[in-house]
């Protein structure tokens, strides 16, 4: 009895999974590619290959940072800061009445050349503390109306500059309404230096974003004037300064292209500059610079990307000569490669 009673039980199971119908499993389809067992380089780091890789990257950053930085170097350039000095010396304590008064505010400087500057010499208005990238003002423009005459209408997203006497603002919004104001007009031996101002602004913005049948309307004709009137017989697209300024900078010290000089400027040259001190700055701490720069082969002047290659070139020759002393004085014997996991079992099963 007891003999049977196990083969009448094992036959009743397997008729029992025979009749049943068999689960669906979620057991993902064996593959090399989805179970990460392609072919692949598993290097060692050995001493050699990383005082090799430290050293190669020190050979080749160490050159880039020194030609970077002789490039930088090559760029000449005139700073001038202005908006304390073009303030009358007995309205110096009271600099906003100043600005919002209709008071005279022409003012001359004079720059000299301290090396020769080949033409094209870029001149530039700098504004520091000036945050063009807070969100209420970015948002504050209508990038519909600039382009098409048809939305000419649309000021929904140009608060608090949106409307003046009842009727929509083209350009609307707070970029447009700060247009920067200041002219500057050079003479050089008794004679008017010229600036080329056209060309200051990118094409892709002139052509795409601004159209050329959109014309400046009831602009700067509210109570509280901005910036710089536009006139109204000219298409957005041609309005450079406009279109300049309304590429907003990403940090509260910026320059933006004013006009471009295009002839040489000899070593000890003097430039007179007569500037119209027109843009308010003062209300809230900024500060206003004019820029005459030249370029080299890697734009303007700026040390950082020379400085930053040979910093980490240098970082990197010290490391390698640092590896390399202690290999020499006190040497680690390498283990057996061939124990590693990988190396013991190649098919990971």
Request: net charge positive; aromatic share 10%.
């Amino acid at each position: 009895m007891s003999s049977n009673t196990p083969s009448s039980s094992a036959g009743g199971v397997g008729s029992a999974d025979s009749a049943a119908p068999r689960r669906n499993s979620k057991r993902p389809k064996y593959s090399k590619f989805t179970q990460q067992e392609l072919p692949a380089c598993k290097p060692i780091l050995t001493p050699r290959w990383v005082i090799s890789a430290f050293m190669l990257v020190s050979i080749v950053f160490i050159p880039i940072g020194v030609v970077s930085l002789f490039a930088s170097r090559d760029v000449v350039e005139i700073i001038d800061r202005y908006e304390i000095e073009c303030v009358p010396q007995n309205l110096r304590n009271n600099k906003v009445s100043f600005i919002q008064s209709d008071a005279n505010k022409t003012c001359t400087r004079r720059l000299t050349v301290p090396k020769l500057m080949k033409q094209p010499i870029y001149v530039y208005y700098q504004l520091d503390n000036f945050y063009q990238n807070h969100r209420r003002y970015v948002k504050s423009r209508s990038d519909s109306q600039l382009k098409d005459n048809s939305s000419w209408n649309d000021v929904s997203s140009c608060k608090p500059e949106d409307m003046s006497n009842g009727q929509p603002i083209v350009p609307c919004g707070l970029i447009a309404w700060s247009l920067f104001n200041d002219t500057y007009t050079f003479s050089l031996n008794n004679q008017q230096l010229a600036v080329n101002k056209r060309g200051i602004s990118w094409k892709s913005d002139r052509d795409s974003k601004f159209g050329n049948d959109v014309l400046p309307r009831n602009f700067q004709n509210g109570t509280l004037i901005g910036g710089k009137s536009l006139d109204p017989t000219v298409p957005l697209s041609k309005q450079e300064d406009l279109i300049v300024w309304m590429r907003t900078a990403a940090l509260p010290t910026f320059r933006k292209l004013y006009g471009k000089i295009e002839r040489d400027l000899q070593p000890n040259e003097t430039i007179i500059v007569t500037l119209e001190n027109n843009y308010n700055t003062y209300s809230f701490n900024g500060k206003k610079k004019l820029v005459l720069s030249t370029t080299s082969w890697l734009g303007g002047k700026n040390d950082f990307l020379g400085i930053a290659y040979l910093t980490v070139g240098g970082l990197c020759f010290f490391l390698a000569l640092s590896f390399t002393g202690v290999y020499l004085v006190k040497p680690r014997r390498l283990g057996d490669p061939s124990y590693l996991s990988w190396n013991r079992n190649p098919g990971g099963h």
